[in-house]
C-alpha cells in the first residue's frame, strides 16, 4: 500500500457543502428532527396492519405495493437530506409503544422499501437485524459482535449506503448514538497535515472476518476517501483497518498510513465534533454511510429480556446517483435482498417474513 504518486491535492479539496458541520451547531437547531403528523402516523399504521395480513415475502415485495400518500413529500424531503443535506435525519412520532413488534418492524420496512432498496446483512440473509444484547463480551474481543453487545462503539460506517436504525426500546441508562461529519473530519486533516490528506485516497485492507464471522473471506479493500465528479464520500472504521493486519497476506501499513489513522481518530472524538442523541421509542435515525460516521455510547440494559435496548437495524441501498470510486466501501461484496450471493442455496436459518424477522436471534 505504498502512497499514489498520481494522488495531488489539487483532487482532494476542501468540503463546503451542509454534509461539513459540526455537532455542538447542529444540536442548537434542532434542524434534523422530522415530526411525524398524526395524518403520517394514521396512514403508516394502515399500512403496516395491512403488511401483517398479507405478510409477503421480504425479498420481492416493492414500495408501490405499499403505497404512501401523506408520507410521500416527507420520504422526498428524508432522502434529500441524506442524500444532498447533512447526511442524517431523525424522524420521531410513531407510537410504537402501542404495537407488536411486528407491527413495528412491518411499518419500518415499509418506508424502508421507499428509501431505498434492503440488502442482506449476513450470512444468513437478515434483511431487518437487531441491536439487541445478548452478550457480556468487550468489543475488544475479537469474536464480539458490536450489536449483540453493551459495550462502546467507535466511529465507524456501515455497509450500505443508508443505514437506518428504529428504536423500539432505550436502555435503562447511556447508549447515546453519535453521528460525526466525515467532511468535516476531512476538513481538519486538510487544514492541519496536507501532506497526510491524499492517503485517505489510497485503499486499504478492512477486517470483514470480524464483522460477519460467515463472511466469505478475511477482508475487502476499500479507501476511506472517494472523490468522483466533485463528490466526496467516505467509508471509515480504523478499528477493522488495524485488525485486518493481523492476517497472513494483508500488507503492512506504512508509517504515514498509520499516522494519518491516528489523527483521523484523534479529530473525530475532538469536543464539539460529534452529536449525540437518545433515542425514544419510535425514532427512525435515517444515515448515509458516505456523509457520516456513527458510534455508540455503553449503556446499561433493564435485566428482563422484553425491557432489553432494542433497536431494529436496515441497510439499503440507495439510487441517488452519487458517483463513488469502484467497490467503495463494501458495495463489492454486500448480498442485496432477491437472492444469496453467487446463486448459492438459501441458508437454512433463512427468515423472509415479518413475524419471523421482528424476532431477534440470541447470537452472541
Not at 54 to 76: G, S
Request: aromatic share 10%; charged share 25%; hydrophobic share 40%.
Amino acid at each position: 500500500m505504498a502512497s499514489n504518486p498520481n494522488i495531488s491535492l489539487e483532487t482532494v479539496p476542501p468540503v463546503t457543502t451542509a454534509a461539513a458541520w459540526r455537532g455542538d451547531a447542529l444540536e442548537q437547531s434542532g434542524e434534523w428532527i422530522y415530526m411525524l403528523s398524526d395524518a403520517q402516523v394514521d396512514e403508516l399504521e394502515i399500512l403496516g396492519a395491512r403488511f401483517l395480513a398479507e405478510n409477503p415475502d421480504l425479498r420481492t415485495v416493492r414500495a408501490q405495493d405499499y403505497p404512501l400518500v401523506a408520507c410521500a413529500d416527507a420520504v422526498k424531503e428524508w432522502g434529500g437530506d441524506v442524500d444532498y443535506g447533512r447526511g442524517f435525519v431523525l424522524v420521531r412520532g410513531l407510537r410504537t409503544q402501542l404495537y407488536s413488534d411486528a407491527l413495528s418492524s412491518a411499518i419500518y420496512y415499509i418506508l424502508g422499501l421507499h428509501m431505498g432498496d434492503p440488502i442482506r446483512q449476513n450470512e444468513m440473509g437478515d434483511l431487518i437485524d437487531h441491536v439487541y444484547a445478548t452478550s457480556d463480551k468487550t468489543m475488544d474481543d475479537p469474536t464480539a459482535l458490536s450489536s449483540k453487545v453493551r459495550d462502546k462503539l467507535v466511529y465507524h460506517s456501515d455497509s450500505s449506503d443508508i443505514v437506518a436504525l428504529m428504536c423500539l426500546r432505550p436502555a435503562k441508562e447511556g447508549g447515546l448514538s453519535c453521528l460525526v461529519s466525515g467532511a468535516q473530519i476531512y476538513n481538519e486533516i486538510l487544514e492541519r497535515r496536507p501532506d497526510l490528506a491524499p492517503l485517505l485516497l489510497e485503499p486499504f485492507h478492512w477486517d470483514w472476518r470480524r464483522q460477519d464471522h460467515n463472511a466469505p473471506a478475511d477482508t475487502y479493500t476499500s479507501p476511506i476517501v472517494s472523490l468522483v465528479d466533485g463528490v466526496f464520500s467516505m467509508y471509515a472504521g480504523s478499528l477493522y483497518i488495524l485488525t485486518a493486519q493481523e492476517y497472513d497476506g494483508v500488507p503492512k501499513l506504512t508509517p504515514e498510513q498509520i499516522e494519518v489513522l491516528e489523527l483521523f481518530d484523534k479529530i473525530t472524538y475532538e469536543e464539539g465534533m460529534a452529536i449525540a442523541m437518545d433515542f425514544r421509542p419510535g425514532d427512525i435515525q435515517w444515515l448515509s454511510n458516505y456523509a457520516a460516521l456513527h458510534a455508540r455510547t455503553t449503556f446499561r440494559d433493564w435485566p428482563e429480556p422484553q425491557r432489553k435496548r432494542h433497536l431494529l437495524r436496515l441497510w439499503l441501498s440507495r439510487d441517488a446517483g452519487r458517483p463513488v470510486v469502484p467497490g467503495f466501501g463494501k458495495n463489492g461484496v454486500v448480498q442485496h435482498r432477491a437472492a444469496p450471493r453467487g446463486g448459492a442455496e438459501e441458508h437454512p436459518d433463512g427468515h423472509f417474513d415479518i413475524f419471523s424477522v421482528a424476532v431477534p436471534r440470541l447470537l452472541s
